[in-house]
Each structure stands twice: as structure tokens, then as C-alpha cells.
């Protein structure tokens, strides 16, 4: 029943994403600084969104790709690998998360009047007041609980980039229902049902999908995620083109989204993305670019990618709120206002996420193994 093992070039650590993951943080910081300073729309910088489609691919593929390469000794149709998987995620996500989101709730209102300072020369980037006033228990659970995605009223209601993080949950919540839908091999059938029934879901709900202000309602962008699992097949024996036309597939669903440059520069982030992790190891003109992302720096900025994505608004805010009150700043060119904000906000969201990840995120993980190791052992036991 078992699938044939992964092969040697499918089996070992896709360095690629490390690097990967930290561009894609630094570039969402990026377009919050841009538009925080004031400076018009620049393509590309200004497209944080895509740099979140991003972070999913990323997300799907390393999901699917580390479950493959598991399915030997950690079988999905076993419900001890979804519980094993469930902890792990929880344990990778929510001890820095937790202390971020009592950070922002506390200071919330303080944030809040950053905020409106930036909103006084700048009033067209400013975003619901909600976001920066309410501490009340409703709130408070539905964040501290993950559910905040699937309530339009609670998705985008804190200081923290967050949505993405209730999104990512509800993907982690249905992967071990994806896993089986999918099978352990390709097929192109299978992911087309998948898709369609995200879709479907989406259409049936269109109402209540279109009160989020932000897409954190999953059926809105499971096919995004169903976009990096493909492309994890991509790298078995014998898939073919397939992924690929999958890939096509989800393109295309952008590009009908939105038929304009926002949408090509989708397909052009999903096929770039496909060749770095899925394409052939023997393209000279990737080697470069792979070497490059799995160095050390590349290493170290994705290990930092998640705290640093969760951390810069909170001195973002701050900064950009201060520097507008300083006399001189406004009028300055818009490049020479955004180069002061990026290197300001930037080196202290560094600092701040460096010790988040040794303080917090490696200490949380490793409680996580300890934790799910008792589990594993007492499990056994109980049913014995």
C-alpha cells in the first residue's frame, strides 16, 4: 500500500524555501513601510499581498513535502500522525503569537494613536480604528483559540499582520483531510476535485467571504496552498507535467480574478516559485540562486521570517508615527522618507525577532517535541 520511497534529490531539506521565506517576510515589511510613509504605489514593492500568496505556496509545499517523505513510519490514515502533526504546528506557531498578541492588545490604544498621527498627512492608508481598541474576552478568545478566520468581525481586528496566521491555522486544520483526499501519489483528477470544491465553497458563501477585509477565510485562498502541494508531487518519480498543469490551473483562477498586472505578476511569483523548488537540480541558471538562498544568511533569515513578519508592525507603527511628527520629515522625498523608515523600523524589528526565535519560538518548539515524545509513549500504553 505503501507509495515507492521518495528519491535522494526529494528526500533532503529544500534549502531553497529558507532563504525564500525571509524575502517573502522582508518584502510584506516592505510595502507596510511604503505605505506608511506616504509614498505612492511602486509595482512590486507595494504588492505585499503577493508576498503573502507567497508565504502559502511555501506553506502548501512544505506541508506536502514533509509529509512524503514521513509517510513511511507516520501514515495518514493513522490518527496518531494527525495528532502529531497538529502538535507540532501549534507548538511552531503559537508560543511567539501568544506573546505578541498580548503585547499588541495591551498596547492597542497607544498603536492605535500612532496610527491616526500616520493617517494626519497620509489619510488614505488608514485602516479600521477596531483594530487598534478592542481588548474585550470575545476577541481575546476567538485569537487565542485560532478561530478568528472564520469570522469576518474578528479576522483583522488587532495590531498584528495576524489574518494570515488564523488563514494558515485553518489550513493546518483540514491538511490530514487534503493528504487523504489527494493520495500519495498525483493526480490531476484529484486536485481538480479539490480545487473545485474550494471554489464551490467559496461561491456557495460568496456573501459572508466578502464581509472579510481580509482574505482570511480559507476556502478564499485554499487554492493558493493546493498550488505549493502540487508542486511537492512535482518532485516524485513519475509525476509528469502534471503539477504543472495544475499549476496552470490556479493561475489561471488568479488571472480571471484580477485581469490586470496584479494578476500576471501572480503567475509570474507561481511559475518562478515552481522552477526554484520543483524544477530540474541540473539548470545552471538556478544553481546560483539556490545556492544563494540555502546559505547561511538565507538560513538564519528564514529561520527569523515568521517573528520578524509577526513583530514589525508593532514598531513599524511607532516609528513611522513618530517620524511624522518630527519637523522636516514630510518634506522630504517620498524614497528618502521610506529609505529612514525601512532602515529605522527594519533594524529594530531584527533585533526584536532574533530574540524571539531564541527565547521563544526554539524553546516552544522544543517543548513541543517533549510534550508529543510523552504522548507518544503514554498512547501506546493506555490502549495496551
Known amino acids: 500500500m505503501l507509495a515507492a520511497p521518495l528519491p535522494t534529490s526529494a528526500t533532503h531539506h529544500v534549502g531553497a524555501l529558507d532563504g525564500l521565506r525571509g524575502l517573502a517576510a522582508f518584502w510584506v515589511f516592505l510595502s507596510h513601510v511604503q505605505i506608511l510613509c506616504g509614498m505612492r504605489a511602486v509595482p512590486v514593492l507595494a504588492w505585499g499581498d ?7 505556496m511555501i506553506s502548501g ?19 496518531a500522525t494527525w495528532r502529531t502533526f497538529w502538535g507540532r504546528r501549534f507548538f511552531r506557531i503559537a508560543p511567539a503569537y501568544y506573546l505578541l498578541l498580548a503585547v499588541a ?4 490604544p497607544l498603536l492605535g494613536h500612532y496610527r491616526e498621527a500616520i493617517a494626519g498627512p497620509f489619510p488614505d492608508t488608514m485602516t479600521s480604528r477596531d483594530r487598534y481598541g478592542d481588548a474585550s474576552l470575545a476577541n481575546v478568545l476567538h485569537h487565542v483559540t485560532f478561530v478568528f ?3 469576518p468581525d474578528y479576522a483583522f481586528r488587532t495590531p498584528l499582520p495576524d489574518w494570515s496566521i488564523g488563514l494558515e491555522m485553518q489550513f493546518y486544520a483540514v491538511f490530514p483531510v487534503l493528504m487523504l483526499a489527494l493520495g500519495r501519489t498525483f493526480s490531476l483528477r484529484r486536485h481538480l476535485l479539490v ?20 482574505p482570511a477565510f480559507l476556502p478564499m485562498k485554499l487554492h493558493v496552498f493546493l498550488l505549493g502541494m502540487a508542486l511537492a508531487r512535482a518532485r516524485l518519480p513519475g509525476s509528469g507535467l502534471g503539477p504543472w498543469w495544475m499549476v496552470a490551473v490556479v493561475c489561471g483562477v488568479e488571472m480571471a480574478r484580477h485581469p490586470d498586472v496584479h494578476g500576471l505578476a501572480f503567475a509570474l511569483v507561481a511559475g518562478g516559485f515552481g522552477v526554484l523548488v520543483a524544477g530540474s537540480d541540473r539548470w545552471p541558471l538556478l544553481t546560483p540562486i539556490r545556492r544563494w538562498l540555502s546559505s547561511a544568511p538565507g538560513r538564519r533569515a528564514g529561520d ?15 516609528v513611522a508615527g513618530t517620524l511624522v511628527s518630527i519637523a522636516g520629515y514630510l518634506t522630504l522625498p517620498a524614497w528618502s522618507r521610506f529609505a529612514i ?4 523600523a527594519g533594524g529594530v524589528s531584527l533585533g526584536l525577532c532574533m530574540l524571539l526565535h531564541r527565547y521563544v519560538e526554539q524553546p516552544g518548539i522544543a517543548w513541543g517535541k517533549r510534550w508529543l515524545g510523552r504522548r507518544a509513549r503514554v498512547l501506546p500504553a493506555a490502549s495496551g
Not at 50 to 56: K, P
Not at 304 to 318: K, R
Not at 341 to 344: R, S
Open 195 to 214: 480545487l473545485g470544491a474550494g471554489l464551490g465553497v467559496w461561491g456557495l458563501l460568496w456573501g459572508y467571504a466578502s464581509r472579510f477585509p481580509m
Open 50 to 56: 503577493l508576498a503573502v500568496d507567497l508565504f502559502m
Open 105 to 108: 492588545l495591551a498596547c492597542g
Open 149 to 151: 478566520g472564520l469570522r
Open 61 to 79: 509545499f512544505l506541508m506536502a513535502h514533509n509529509a512524503l517523505t514521513r509517510q513511511g513510519r507516520e501514515p495518514w490514515e493513522n490518527a
Open 341 to 344: 523608515c525601512a532602515v529605522l
Open 304 to 318: 527569523y521570517a515568521y517573528s520578524f513578519y509577526l513583530v514589525h508592525l508593532l514598531v513599524l507603527l511607532p
